[in-house]
């Protein structure tokens, strides 16, 4: 773990989300340097299924050493912001750290406020450990991720640096090894674990990816006796399926290593499957021949969306219009491989 150097003694911490997971961590972090912590978030009585709220946070934080302001903020509404803002400036003075989950805009603000406001954005390179993972992932999913201290302790580092470092999109595992951390087992869950990359980077290294972009012709898939011939099919699943299909290669099936199932409901749709086991790979219409490690169900529509960049999958899946039984990871693996076929469909 990264030592505190009560570097943070007297800064104020402004962080939405605090009650529980990620935010908490961050507070605790701050807190055991003295820091003041403003606990901007919605839950204010317990929740049926999560624990925290920003008054047992704010206890916390003072139990850890900080001095604590819990505020009720939607960060929706910009007058719960304006208003929790005006309480910590009432209270600590102007504050001058902030956590906000708006990534996009740290290239901008970074840029507007050189020289006077630090701006960076910090992403987890391995799945973290939170209630939303648990009620993602679904029980065991926890001894794939690693403990929300690695987030903690990255956001500390990035606190302590002086305001020249800005506009940068760091990586928790890369500043840490900066900061000379070379045990990341301590932050797992389970230590030894395979863990689940993050949602959201890159996990093939650049050269399946450029294998991709530049082989020739796809290899020729071949056929399963097995497997009933497939129907005559048209429109933009069958469409999404041969593009699909062209982007296969063994480099992706051995990244890969699942078979996808796909119900889809509205026209064109039906049964359809990608096969990620079988060399050089298959797709085609109707179940697979051996059986899927992930279903997919959703609408055609939400489908070609999906497939083409338009629709994420974790959002798709959060909203609803997802629904997925099986291997969440392997589920994970499908979203890296759309990610790079999105620039073809």
Same mark, same amino acid.
């Not at 701006?119 to 403990?147: F, Y």
């Not at 529509?301 to 629709?311: A, I, N, P, Q, R």
């Given at each position: 773990?990264?030592?505190?150097?009560?570097?943070?003694?007297?800064?104020?911490v402004?962080?939405?989300?605090?009650?529980?997971?990620?935010?908490?961590?961050?507070?605790?972090?701050?807190?055991?340097?003295?820091?003041?912590?403003?606990?901007a978030?919605?839950?204010? %009585?317990? %929740?049926?299924?999560?624990?925290?709220?920003?008054?047992?946070?704010?206890?916390?934080?003072?139990?850890?050493?900080?001095?604590?302001?819990?505020?009720?903020?939607?960060?929706?509404?910009?007058?719960?912001?304006?208003?929790?803002?005006?309480?910590?400036?009432?209270?600590?003075?102007?504050?001058?750290?902030?956590?906000?989950? !708006?990534?996009?805009?740290?290239?901008? !603000?970074?840029?507007?406020?050189?020289?006077?406001?630090?701006?960076?954005?910090?992403?987890?390179?391995?799945?973290? %450990?939170?209630?939303?993972?648990?009620?993602?992932?679904?029980?065991?999913?926890?001894?794939?991720?690693?403990?929300?201290?690695?987030?903690?302790?990255?956001?500390?580092?990035?606190?302590?640096?002086?305001?020249?470092?800005?506009?940068?999109?760091?990586?928790?595992?890369?500043?840490?090894k900066?900061?000379?951390?070379?045990?990341?087992?301590?932050?797992?869950?389970? @230590?030894? %674990?395979?863990?689940?990359?993050?949602?959201?980077?890159?996990?093939?290294?650049?050269?399946?990816?450029?294998?991709?972009?530049?082989?020739?012709?796809?290899?020729?898939?071949?056929?399963?006796?097995?497997?009933?011939?497939?129907?005559?099919?048209?429109?933009?699943?069958?469409?999404?399926?041969?593009?699909?299909?062209?982007?296969?290669?063994?480099?992706?099936?051995?990244?890969?290593?699942?078979?996808?199932?796909?119900?889809?409901?509205?026209?064109?749709?039906?049964?359809?499957?990608?096969?990620?086991?079988?060399?050089?790979?298959?797709?085609?219409?109707?179940? @697979?021949s051996?059986?899927a490690?992930?279903?997919?169900? !959703?609408?055609?529509?939400?489908f070609?969306?999906?497939?083409?960049?338009?629709?994420? @999958?974790?959002?798709?899946? !959060?909203?609803?219009?997802?629904?997925?039984?099986?291997?969440?990871?392997?589920?994970?693996?499908?979203?890296?491989?759309?990610s790079?076929?999105?620039?073809?469909?």
């Amino acid at each position: 773990m990264l030592p505190n150097t009560g570097k943070l003694a007297g800064c104020t911490v402004f962080i939405t989300g605090a009650s529980r997971g990620i935010g908490k961590a961050i507070a605790l972090k701050a807190a055991k340097d003295g820091a003041n912590i403003v606990i901007a978030a919605k839950t204010t %009585h317990p %929740h049926p299924r999560l624990s925290g709220t920003i008054y047992t946070a704010a206890e916390e934080v003072e139990a850890a050493g900080g001095k604590a302001l819990p505020c009720v903020v939607d960060v929706r509404d910009e007058q719960q912001i304006n208003n929790a803002v005006e309480r910590a400036v009432e209270k600590f003075g102007a504050y001058t750290i902030a956590k906000y989950g !708006m990534s996009m805009c740290v290239l901008g !603000m970074a840029e507007e406020f050189k020289g006077e406001i630090a701006v960076n954005a910090l992403w987890p390179k391995t799945a973290i %450990h939170t209630a939303a993972m648990d009620m993602l992932g679904g029980s065991g999913i926890e001894s794939q991720c690693r403990k929300v201290d690695i987030i903690a302790d990255a956001a500390y580092s990035i606190f302590k640096r002086p305001k020249t470092f800005t506009g940068n999109f760091v990586i928790d595992e890369n500043i840490l090894k900066d900061e000379g951390v070379e045990n990341f087992d301590i932050y797992a869950v389970k @230590p030894g %674990h395979p863990l689940i990359p993050d949602f959201f980077l890159d996990e093939q290294p650049d050269t399946i990816t450029k294998k991709m972009e530049s082989r020739g012709p796809p290899p020729e898939l071949r056929e399963e006796k097995s497997q009933p011939p497939p129907k005559p099919r048209s429109g933009a699943v069958e469409e999404t399926f041969r593009i699909v299909k062209d982007s296969l290669s063994d480099d992706v099936v051995k990244a890969t290593q699942a078979i996808y199932q796909f119900e889809l409901s509205g026209e064109d749709g039906g049964t359809w499957f990608l096969d990620l086991k079988s060399q050089g790979g298959n797709v085609g219409y109707g179940e @697979p021949s051996d059986r899927a490690d992930v279903v997919m169900s !959703m609408s055609t529509e939400d489908f070609v969306k999906m497939f083409s960049g338009k629709l994420k @999958p974790t959002m798709a899946f !959060m909203s609803g219009k997802l629904k997925i039984k099986g291997n969440m990871a392997l589920a994970i693996k499908l979203e890296k491989l759309m990610s790079q076929m999105n620039a073809k469909l």
